[in-house]
């Protein structure tokens, strides 16, 4: 089955810097990766998507790049603000049995 | 997500009760999931269903079943024979299954005593 992985575990940085989170994955029949931001307490909130015909997809402060030849896929952000502070998951999956795996997470802290 | 709705928000049962998490979505998603959330784990698949009166198992199902017999309801059981079932269970549903964003339900947290 599809294996996820998400590097690093956790990432501190400082206000108005950017952050990337990287993750791998196994199967090369996923087509769709989807990225997810946890606050504590709360529920997953998609934040961005990519699927497998597209390399590069933004939406304001946040990209998400994939690259199908090396199975990983990144997410960028910019110009970090702290209520960007939460657990990220990242997560693949195809169309062919609607599972999606998830990573493990990684807590972004973003400093005053 | 709004749509999605979880109930209870905490639930607490004695070991060796089992405990029905409900979880019910008016978007008339077709798929539904559920998934088991601890500490450091991420979100693993316990189960889902692609239509109504069919669900597989996803990878961590034992100890736990599942029925789909309305299309906007999807609701887990959490049997005695799961060994360590206090986590936050999460639900989530999707337009067309495998291919469209999966949206969650606010999360019910199962402590058992």
């Known amino acids: 089955g599809e294996n996820v992985e998400q590097h690093p575990s956790t990432l501190s940085v400082q206000e108005g810097d950017s952050a990337v989170i990287k993750c791998t994955y196994s199967?090369?029949?996923?087509?769709?990766f989807p990225w997810y931001k946890q606050e504590l307490g709360k529920r997953p909130q998609l934040i961005i998507d990519?699927?497998?015909?597209?390399g590069e997809k933004k939406d304001q402060r946040i990209a998400v790049t994939l690259n199908k030849t090396a199975k990983h896929f990144s997410l960028h952000i910019t110009e970090t603000q702290p209520e960007d502070s939460a657990v990220y998951f990242c997560?693949?999956?195809?169309?062919?049995?609607?599972?999606?795996?998830f990573g493990k997470g990684i807590t972004l802290s973003v400093r005053p | 997500d709004g749509g999605i709705t979880q109930s209870p928000k905490y639930l607490f049962r004695k070991e060796g009760q089992n405990v029905t998490l409900s979880c019910e979505q008016n978007l008339n998603h077709d798929a539904m999931y559920w998934y088991r959330q601890d500490p450091g784990q991420g979100l693993r698949l316990i189960y889902y269903?692609?239509?109504?009166?069919?669900?597989q198992k996803g990878d961590i199902a034992e100890g736990y079943s599942v029925s789909r017999e309305k299309k906007e309801s999807f609701p887990l059981t959490v049997t005695s024979a799961q060994k360590n079932p206090t986590a936050f269970y999460l639900c989530a549903s999707s337009g067309l299954a495998g291919r469209d964003t999966q949206y969650f339900g606010p999360g019910t947290r199962l402590t058992v005593l």
């Open positions: 199967d090369s029949a996923s087509n769709y």
């Open positions: 997560a693949a999956g195809s169309g062919a049995n609607s599972k999606l795996t």
């Open positions: 269903s692609q239509i109504v009166n069919d669900f």
């Open positions: 990519i699927r497998s015909n597209v």
